[in-house]
């Protein structure tokens, strides 16, 4: 029997979990889709949706399990919540940035966050940064941070400039 995460993020979406499970799973590495629900007869009158229709997409991303239900139009996606991505070097900063806005909102775009294609913010941040803000020399952070203030997607090569002044 597969282990069971205490803590799983449901994600609302009208009627693209699967569709959104697919494209998460295709972006990252150790990903997976591990189980497709679907809707019956049964509370037909409550959720209104076709029996057979997908309900539930559950999946992993780098060993997160997520959930994907398809709830309605009810509730969207707002900045209130995000996803934020460890990244080693500019290079996987490329490709999370490359293929999560794919399709996004590019006005959503400042300081690594970015919006898809489904309304999901997602922070797409070099660890480089959290270290550099985290630098005691309050100039050098300083420097750092309003360096990160002028970009959407982040520029591990600025960023370093500006913490060497």
């Not at 998460?24 to 497709?36: A, D, L």
């Not at 399990?65 to 309605?72: R, V």
Request: proline share 5%.
């Amino acid at each position: 029997m597969p282990t069971i995460q205490k803590i799983t993020p449901c994600l609302w979406f009208d009627d693209q979990a699967e569709e959104a499970a697919e494209f998460y799973t295709g972006i990252f590495k150790n990903s997976r889709i591990t189980n497709i629900s679907r809707y019956g007869e049964a509370g037909q009158e409550i959720h209104g949706r076709p029996p057979g229709t997908v309900m539930v997409a559950a999946f992993e991303l780098e060993g997160q399990a997520f959930t994907a239900l398809n709830g309605g139009p009810v509730f969207q996606f707002n900045e209130a919540i995000s996803l934020q991505i460890d990244c080693e070097s500019q290079q996987e900063v490329d490709h999370f940035w490359e293929k999560l806005s794919e399709g996004g909102d590019p006005n959503a775009q400042q300081c690594g966050w970015l919006k898809d294609k489904y309304g999901l913010s997602w922070q797409v941040i070099p660890r480089v940064l959290i270290e550099m803000l985290g630098d005691p020399d309050h100039e050098k952070s300083q420097r750092v941070f309003q360096a990160m203030l002028g970009m959407k997607k982040i520029d591990i090569a600025e960023l370093e400039r500006a913490y060497a002044g």
